[in-house]
Nanobody, 125 residues
Framework: QLQASGGGLVQTGGSLRLSCATSGFAFDDYAIGWFRQAPGKEREEVACIASSDAKTYYPASAKGRFTISRDNAKNTFYLQMNSLKPEDTAVYYC????????????????????WGQGTEVTVSS
């Protein structure tokens, strides 16, 4: 199971750190991703990290502002979001996929088997 938290209301330029606590599986065997879905838009990935932590991926919309990380000891992964913009307003979802390819990031929604319930982020202008 995945439990996302940390969303809230923040002003433009502010920061938030989202957390996703996991249970029930060997955390360091999983590639991890964060997605978001704004009203009326399709869900999009904003960050992902390989199970080995050796590789990360960010789309242009997130690069330089968002950082994904994981704490294997706590079975928790994070999304640090800085310099937030109103267009970052969305429901954010964490996702995990068990993989034998430890240095591969998963950039497609269809690659993930496990999803958290979502946490809402609102950035006011």
């Amino acid at each position: 199971q995945l439990q996302a938290s940390g969303g809230g209301l923040v002003q433009t330029g502010g920061s938030l750190r989202l957390s996703c606590a996991t249970s029930g599986f060997a955390f360091d065997d999983y590639a991890i991703g964060w997605f978001r879905q704004a009203p009326g838009k399709e869900r999009e990935e904003v960050a992902c990290i390989a199970s080995s932590d050796a590789k990360t991926y960010y789309p242009a919309s997130a690069k330089g502002r968002f950082t994904i990380s994981r704490d294997n000891a706590k079975n928790t992964f994070y999304l640090q979001m800085n310099s937030l913009k109103p267009e970052d307003t969305a429901v954010y979802y964490c996702a995990a996929d068990r993989t034998q390819y430890r240095d591969v990031v998963h950039t497609l929604e269809s690659e993930y088997d496990y999803w958290g319930q979502g946490t809402e982020v609102t950035v006011s202008s």
